[in-house]
């Protein structure tokens, strides 16, 4: 399952069929700790930015077993298997947009959770082929307190929010000489909730999409595709002050990715390198709310979002004993946002936020790098029982 758990990010793409590196046979359990960051960040002027970010620190608690391919078919994925994974962790919470002449100061600050858990079962039908069901939950929710054009330690209004992303996978996986190829249908919940004392927004919906993926294995190498996308419609309600009218919409939503990835293994140690394009198109915000935009949603404007990120992953892992091996996994990300703001009373211009997902320090809309969101893991596996 990767470490895809423990990222901040709720709707990227997850591996819950396939590993970044392949488990060990028999009995196993797993523990980790990582420390994440989500970041979005929109320059108000060539001098003021208007930053916020999540910074989740997870716990990673797994158990599973599985049983190997036979020698030669396939490239490491096991021919069954079973396995769960929980990732907790606190969140803490930050946003500023400094005063300027003719805007206010907004400040927020908050504390949040994340609880993340995924499963996976495979059943061996044959030597080269396998059914696979896996299914996962990431899930936020915070708690923020919020000073629009007060002074330090001012308190304007709170915003509850929550962001939630549910997978079901069902798919088939055949085997050749050194290669597989898998193919699943996926169902997909997204669901965002963002409630401040002047705005209400609410999206909750169900849909199907596909995935495919393809390994290969030679020697030491070994190589991965994947690519994913589901899309249909969530459903909408907002309100906002003053009169606090229902708008209800179904509304059109997309989550897709594609991933490449490329792996070396030596006696004891494995490194596994990847790259993911991934794109987000949702009619809500609810992770990491800028300040820009928490006005605009208290004035009555509607967010649209398009989100598109490329992440870059590095695993390497390290077997000091038959029994135990230690991972070190690091994933940057670097990315744009646009976000569509439309006035619901239909009076106002549209406005759009040119939003870059990563840090406030570095980089700026002209610059395509700067600091990026950043995920750091480390963690081990052990073999309970005699390892096989």
Same mark, same amino acid.
């Given at each position: ?284 915000? @609810? =992770? ?6 928490? &006005? /605009? %949603?208290?004035?009555? +404007?509607? !967010?649209? @979002? =398009? ?6 992953? &590095? /695993? %390497?892992?390290?077997? +000091?004993? !038959? ?66």
């Amino acid at each position: 399952m990767g470490y895809d758990l423990v990222n901040a990010c709720i709707f990227c793409a997850g591996l819950l069929l396939g590993n970044q590196l392949v488990p060990r046979d028999g009995l196993q359990g797993d523990v980790g700790f990582a420390y994440a960051t989500l970041a979005r960040r929109y320059d108000v002027t060539s001098e003021r930015v208007d930053g916020s970010d999540a910074t989740p620190k997870f716990i990673l608690a797994g158990l599973g077993n599985s049983w190997p391919a036979q020698d030669g078919l396939g490239a490491g994925t096991p021919a069954s298997e079973w396995r769960g994974t929980v990732a907790f962790a606190p969140s803490h919470e930050e946003q500023e947009r400094k005063e300027l002449p003719d805007l206010e100061r907004i400040v927020s600050t908050g504390t949040g959770r994340f609880e993340n858990f995924a499963f996976v079962t495979r059943f061996a039908l044959g030597a080269r082929d396998s059914v696979e069901i896996a299914g996962g939950q990431r899930a936020y929710k915070s708690t923020d307190i919020i000073n629009i054009g007060g002074g330090n330690s001012e308190f304007t209004e709170a915003r509850s929010a929550s962001a939630s992303r549910i997978d079901i996978l069902a798919g088939w996986r055949h085997r050749w000489k050194g290669l597989e190829g898998e193919a699943a249908i996926r169902w997909v919940k997204p669901s965002s909730y963002n409630s401040t004392a002047n705005a209400f927004h609410q999206a909750s919906g169900a849909f199907l999409g596909w995935e495919a993926e393809a390994r290969w294995r030679s020697g030491p190498w070994s190589a991965l595709l994947h690519g994913e996308r589901m899309s249909g419609s969530l459903d909408v309600h907002r309100e906002s002050a003053p009169i606090f009218a229902d708008r209800d919409a179904s509304l059109p939503a997309s989550l897709e990715a594609l991933r490449f990835g490329l792996g070396y293994t030596w006696p004891r140690s494995e490194l596994f390198v990847s790259a993911t394009y991934d794109r987000q198109h949702l009619p809500f915000v @609810s =992770l990491a709310v800028l300040g820009t935009e928490t &006005v /605009a %949603f208290d004035s009555g +404007f509607d !967010p649209d @979002s =398009l989100n598109k990120q490329v992440f870059g992953d &590095v /695993a %390497f892992r390290y077997a +000091f004993s !038959p029994a135990i091996r230690a991972r070190v996994s690091v994933r940057m990300g670097w990315g744009h946002e646009t976000v569509t703001l439309t006035d619901s009373a239909g009076v106002l211009p549209t406005q759009t936020l040119k939003v870059l997902r990563r840090g406030i320090f570095g980089g700026s809309l002209s610059n395509q790098f700067g600091s990026p969101e950043v995920t750091f893991f480390v963690g081990a596996d052990f073999a309970i029982g005699t390892p096989r």
